[in-house]
């Protein structure tokens, strides 16, 4: 069936540096999606959000890129700090349903 | 933002156990909760829709008589862990809808079952 799922289940970056995060989503159908950020043995929490018919949208030190083309998503974080080491979840959404990609474990080291 | 919370955090029982997590809108009200499982190094799997004063909508192979899903009032979704299994051992996140329909969803801090 269709499906969101990440390319890189891990990345590690060095403190200071950018970094992205990648999504593919198949299902066209998707109207919102949205990036989360899990630190362990706590619930997932809300980093940003986009909709369909943006390309583009910015938060504080972050980022999120939708390119629907080729149906593909991806966070960006400015200036990686040690606090940013979790895991990053993408999820779309189609209705009332919510279906959350693998993770990707992003490690900053100092 | 809204506030989710789920209770109890972590919950140690042995096998054969019933065990109840409750999750809690604290500033809002929610018509329609989530349920989610995650195994470790895992995503998070829908188990559920609760509904606010009606039946409880199950993802395929979850059961139903297994997972109890209680929505009886419009801050408050229980989940029960009927007799509870070493396999159940997981930990069980819940979420809330935002209110005035941003879409945007609030999760609880998660409930870590361990079962002996």
């Known amino acids: 069936g269709e499906s969101v799922g990440l390319h890189l289940p891990t990345l590690s970056v060095q403190e200071g540096d950018n970094s992205i995060i990648n999504c593919a989503y198949s299902n066209s159908a998707s109207d919102y999606f949205i990036w989360y950020k899990q630190e362990s043995g706590k619930g997932p929490q809300f980093i940003i959000d986009i909709r369909s018919n943006m390309d583009k949208r910015q938060g504080q030190r972050v980022t999120v890129l939708l390119n629907k083309t080729v149906k593909h998503l991806s966070l960006q974080i400015a200036a990686t700090q040690p606090g940013d080491s979790a895991v990053y979840f993408c999820a779309e959404r189609r209705g009332n349903m919510l279906t959350f990609g693998g993770g990707t474990r992003l490690m900053v080291k100092p | 933002g809204a506030v989710v919370s789920q209770h109890p955090s972590w919950v140690i029982c042995k096998s054969g156990t019933s065990v109840k997590i409750e999750c809690r809108s604290l500033d809002f009200q929610a018509t329609t909760m989530f349920w989610y499982r995650q195994f470790p190094k895992q995503s998070l799997m829908l188990m559920a829709t609760s509904n606010e004063g009606s039946k409880a909508t199950y993802e395929q192979g979850v059961e139903k008589d297994k997972f109890l899903i209680n929505h009886a009032s419009l801050t408050l979704s229980t989940l029960t862990v009927t007799s509870a299994h070493p396999e159940d051992s997981s930990f069980y996140i819940c979420?809330?809808?935002?209110?005035?329909?941003?879409?945007?969803?609030?999760f609880g801090e998660g409930s870590r079952l361990t079962v002996l």
């Open positions: 979420s809330a809808r935002a209110p005035r329909g941003t879409g945007e969803l609030f």
